[in-house]
């Protein structure tokens, strides 16, 4: 592979931007770039140079191939946006009178009949099937192994589930349960109560509630909400005080200053 880097003016000084460019392969000829920061942090995606910058630098415009600033096209992209709102908000009908063409597994393409009005035919809507969404049975798996990282794409620290929180069904592990309940409260408003039916236990691919997390059922208490609330008192409490040392030292340093400059 062969490397050139260079410096990148469109973003702060130090930046540096990096081509490899491959010499062997299916991929012969086509090129790689990465950004090197002045630290020496390695960037391979728009994105995650987004979240290292944050709101330093405008990235809206920025070309990650090319390194270069490119208003006029995110202009046009406002500019056709704009007009598709425009024309949806307006109801512009379809004037196109060119037959539609199926495409088909073969080569050749088949004109069709365009049928713009039934009058003889009745459309039948299925309410029940319109409101309710299937859902697929053992999502949660998908979570597994998922962990969630900060800007320098180190892995958090996961939260420790409560005792009284189970999980129930095949190949389930604490961090699952505790996406998938995260999950729950994110998108649904109905209350969590896990899953009830006894029966779960035995054969939960035929008595598993899909709206529920894969968890036992569990009962919250008067004893739970009240350390709940001991917690919550706590961190204000630490809070404050963090906030209150920070006041009185930025107040200190101030009249230090003062006394400098008054000498």
């Known amino acids: 592979m062969e490397r050139k880097r260079t410096d990148c ?3 702060p000084p130090g930046w540096k931007k990096e081509e490899v ?8 000829g086509k090129s790689d770039v990465y950004y090197y ?10 994105p995650q140079l987004s979240r290292y910058l944050g709101n330093t630098v405008d990235l809206g415009c920025f070309d990650f191939r090319t390194g270069k600033m490119m208003p006029s096209k995110m202009q046009k992209n ?11 908000s307006k109801g512009k009908p379809d004037l196109n009178t060119a037959l539609p063409i199926r495409q088909t597994a073969s080569i050749f393409k088949q004109p069709v009949t365009k049928v713009v009005n039934h009058p003889n035919n009745k459309v039948k809507t299925d309410l029940q099937r ?16 998922l962990r969630s990282s900060d800007v320098s794409e180190e892995a958090l620290r996961t939260m420790d589930l409560p005792k009284g929180l189970q999980s129930i069904g095949p190949d389930s592990s ?6 998938a309940i995260a999950s729950a409260l994110h998108m649904s408003s109905a209350p969590i109560t896990g899953q009830t039916s006894s029966a779960a236990e035995k054969n939960p691919a035929i008595w598993l509630n899909t709206s529920q997390p894969l968890c036992k059922a569990f009962t919250v208490t008067d004893e739970d909400i009240r350390e709940q609330e001991l917690k919550v008192h706590q961190a204000r409490r630490s809070l404050e005080e963090a ?11 101030s009249g230090r200053d003062t006394e400098d400059r008054a000498a």
């Open 9 to 11: 003016p469109a973003l």
């Open 21 to 28: 460019i491959r010499k062997s392969g299916l991929s012969a």
């Open 37 to 46: 920061s002045p630290t020496g942090k390695k960037f391979r995606s728009k």
């Open 78 to 88: 406002k500019q056709r946006l704009r007009s598709d709102n425009l024309s949806l």
């Open 130 to 145: 319109a409101t309710e969404q299937p859902r697929q049975l053992f999502w949660e798996k998908r979570l597994k192994g």
């Open 174 to 179: 604490d961090e699952t349960l505790l996406s």
């Open 243 to 253: 906030l209150m040392a920070d006041t009185l030292a930025r107040a200190a340093e």
